[in-house]
């Protein structure tokens, strides 16, 4: 196999049925009255934003806009209300600060220059709004984590990966970027450096060391089984770069999965209790 | 033929997915078991990489004899020992295809290998997402002994014993990455194919915990008449060592003669039956 951008080149309009046929049975098996979703501005979020409105009607989608003091970007909530109203979504801006405030003082090993756990605190808020929103309208959290972030482990451990549907998660970042151009969103938002915002100027691609592109094709040779060997000679790059991508893909299987716990019983949850989705 | 061996049960913990640790386990419990006058050195199923080890066993299977197996025929023969373990075998003849297969090596190099044939798909078990069966039951006469190869879940099928028996084996060698919810069936059908078959059966289980999977160890060596002669600690690693007298065979089958007493005729509604289940 050869290892050129070409290979993550889909059909983005069958992508985009099959993704808006898949969230609409969901919702209506669901018996949910719609979609809660949180929407940064950025790439990802605004794509689930399109592929919502398209699948159940923009009405029917709640976007949460969740800034918050330290890393409050008006140009991101530009962007978010320039998504909301392309594609006629629902939303409530709900301001962190406060809640982000008491969480650092509530905490008594509360240590702020610890960017990354105070950044965990972030995310997780975030997902406290989405669940509180969706119970309170009985709709469903739909996430916007994509394939490239989830198998980095690029995300907060039950903060933005936290969902009941995840309609992009088998999508490369660099898939997605074109699936948002197919879907009309405009060129500056889709191809808008991806963040996190967990601390102010944090940027995906400085933090993970590598370029969307090239990362994704590394992820798509090791999802293939190709040799890191390989996919370096391919891609012309040091064995030492994709090695650490592999690295970083085993070490983060925790993160993708159920807590781990003693065998003990006949059948064990998150292990062999295997069950139909219920209705899905 | 030797009529008495001395055996060593190796009941690891494996290092997933690091070929070199065990190998260097693998070396020096030989090492140690020919100081004790050991003549057989066995080690459990897949314990040269590892039993849980999801898609990256297609990164650790080699074919049989390779590389891993070469490094053990080096120290089988420096040790002047056969030795028995387990590893995911990648077939020469196609590129991903699988077994789950016993090695056995002796003083001389390599002797043969066992490919499982009964690949657990249930429960915690997702062997036939990966692992080809096995066709060919083993057994191989060697300078200690007629001995046959099985694997684990295999001992659920007593026809997979009764083969290498009919073949000559003597010693029955099963090795296992059996977890703790299943101790209770393995001590009795253990027992069982060692007295359905009057041999001797040497049981080598994992210890040690993968991804939440806690491998009960419980190696053992039963006689032929189903008396555990030998048992390693539950769930740690140890080192057993334990004699085989072949001269006993003879006892046993006299005493209950099940070789004696079989019906080669049922088989045929054995296997017409069992295709109708």
Request: aromatic content about 10%; charged content about 25%.
């Amino acid at each position: 196999m050869k290892l050129t951008p070409s290979v993550l080149d889909i059909d983005f309009s069958e992508a985009e049925t099959r993704i808006c046929r898949f969230i609409k049975e969901y919702v209506e098996k669901a018996g949910a009255s719609g979609i809660v979703m949180g929407l940064s501005g950025g790439v990802d979020s605004s794509t689930i934003a399109a592929l919502a409105s398209r699948s159940v009607g923009g009405d029917k989608v709640k976007a949460l806009l969740m800034p918050e003091k330290e890393t409050f970007s008006q140009k991101d909530i530009d962007d978010a209300k320039t998504i909301a109203k392309q594609f006629q979504l629902q939303t409530q801006l709900c301001d962190m600060t406060e809640v982000l405030e008491a969480f650092y003082r509530g905490i008594p090993a509360f240590e702020p220059a610890d960017r990354i756990c105070k950044g965990n605190i972030k995310a997780r808020t975030r997902m406290i709004y989405l669940y509180y929103y969706a119970n309170q309208q009985k709709c469903i959290v739909c996430g916007t984590s994509d394939k490239s972030e989830t198998m980095m482990g690029y995300f907060t451990k039950w903060g933005d990966a936290a969902a009941d549907i995840a309609p992009i998660i088998d999508l490369y970042k660099t898939q997605v970027r074109k699936l948002a151009l197919h879907l009309g969103i405009p060129k500056e938002l889709a191809l808008k450096p991806s963040t996190p915002s967990l601390w102010p100027n944090q940027l995906a691609e400085s933090e993970l060391e590598i370029k969307y592109e090239t990362l994704d094709l590394i992820l798509f040779g090791l999802e293939r089984f190709m040799e890191t060997k390989e996919i370096a000679e391919q891609l012309g790059i040091e064995l030492a770069v994709v090695e650490r991508v592999k690295d970083r893909l085993l070490a983060t299987e925790h993160k993708r999965r159920l807590p781990l716990g003693p065998k003990l019983g006949f059948r064990t949850v998150g292990n062999d209790l295997r069950l139909p989705r219920h209705n899905y | 033929m030797k009529n008495k061996i001395k055996l060593a049960l190796c009941q690891i913990a494996a290092k997933r997915e690091d070929k070199a640790a065990n190998l260097t386990k693998f070396e020096e419990l030989t090492m140690k078991a020919k100081e004790q006058g050991a003549d057989l050195a066995i080690f459990p199923e897949m314990s040269l990489t590892g039993y849980v080890l999801h898609d990256q066993i297609y990164e650790l299977a080699e074919p049989i004899p390779g590389p891993s197996v070469e490094e053990v025929e080096t120290f089988a023969k420096k040790a002047g020992l056969h030795v028995i373990f387990g590893m995911p075998e990648l077939t020469t003849k196609a590129k991903a295809t699988l077994y789950n297969t016993s090695v056995m090596v002796g003083p001389s190099g390599f002797v043969g290998k066992y490919r499982k044939m009964y690949l657990p798909t249930h429960s915690v078990f997702e062997e036939k997402r990966y692992f080809r069966p096995g066709y060919e039951p083993a057994e191989f006469q060697t300078q200690i002994g007629n001995i046959g190869l099985t694997i684990c879940y295999d001992v659920f099928f007593p026809e997979v014993f009764r083969l290498p028996r009919l073949m000559g084996a003597q010693l029955i060698v099963c090795i296992s990455a059996s977890p703790a919810v299943r101790k209770s069936y393995f001590e009795v059908l253990t027992a069982a194919r060692a007295i359905e078959n009057t041999c001797y059966l040497a049981y080598v289980n994992l210890a040690g915990m993968q991804d939440g999977l806690q491998f009960w160890g419980g190696s053992r060596l039963v006689g032929p008449t189903g008396d555990v002669l030998a048992k390693a600690k539950y769930d740690v690693e140890d080192f057993v060592l334990c004699d085989v007298d072949f001269g006993d065979l003879r006892t046993a089958e006299t005493f209950v003669p099940t070789m004696r007493d079989l019906r080669p005729e049922l088989y045929d509604k054995l296997k017409g039956f069992s295709e109708q289940i």
